[in-house]
């Protein structure tokens, strides 16, 4: 079974300075790996994914992820954060390679400080 | 409709009572999946649909949890003797087919008191 760490619950950072939100996984088999952003009493919106090629990913608002698929990890980063980033951002992985049934993590609350 | 859309957006029932929650997928998309979210927690799998039928249901809780799709498009949660312990976001998700990607409702935040 996939399973899916957050390291840390609660991020604060200083607007316009970098951040990295860290992740984690287990899985026995090839698996495709998400970052989810949501905004108070939203649903979920997706920032980026990793499906296969290059383990450098980048998706919307300027985030990136870097897939190691050695220490199982694809940690989240911004080079520069705004007070808009403020939100809780969940990692995930999928069932398999080929399905889209997905395992989150508990979430990382991100705090911009003005 | 533009995108998933979840109804009600927020439900607040008493406890014993039963609710429903309706689910209607972007047009076309064959593949539904409910979710659970609990406070301070992430998305928990309930079940997914392929067309009409539950191909995956393992993530229901127990007995009183059920999930309809009968025309293959909307798809509607019941909750049957409600808990406090039911109380918790609602968000389901649909994609083209199994292999692509799950976009999200907004969700329907239920409320047991």
């Known amino acids: 079974a996939q399973s899916v760490t957050q390291l840390d619950s609660q991020v604060p950072v200083f607007e316009e300075a970098p951040v990295e939100l860290r992740c984690n996984y287990s899985s026995s088999v090839s698996v495709y790996l998400f970052w989810y952003v949501q905004y108070p009493n939203q649903g979920l919106q997706l920032l980026l994914k990793y499906l296969s090629g290059s383990t450098l990913v980048k998706g919307i608002n300027g985030f990136e992820a870097e897939f190691n698929k050695s220490q199982t990890s694809f940690h989240l980063r911004k080079p520069s954060v705004h007070i808009s980033d403020t939100a809780e951002y969940f990692c995930?992985?999928?069932?398999?390679?080929?399905?889209?049934?997905?395992?989150f993590g508990k979430g990382t609350k991100l705090s911009v400080i003005p | 409709g533009a995108g998933v859309s979840q109804t009600p957006s927020n439900k607040v029932t008493e406890k014993g009572k039963y609710v429903e929650l309706r689910c209607d997928p972007i047009s076309g998309h064959t593949a539904l999946y409910w979710y659970r979210q609990s406070l301070g927690q992430g998305p928990e799998f309930l079940i997914y649909f392929q067309g009409t039928g539950a191909a995956d249901d393992s993530g229901l809780p127990n007995d009183r949890f059920f999930a309809v799709r009968p025309e293959g498009s909307v798809s509607t949660l019941k909750i049957q003797r409600t808990e406090r312990g039911d109380s918790a976001m609602y968000l389901c998700?649909?994609?083209?087919?199994?292999?692509?990607?799950?976009?999200f409702g907004q969700g329907t935040r239920l409320t047991v008191v």
């Open positions: 995930a992985v999928t069932l398999g390679a080929g399905s889209y049934q997905l395992t």
């Open positions: 998700a649909s994609s083209l087919n199994q292999e692509t990607e799950a976009f």
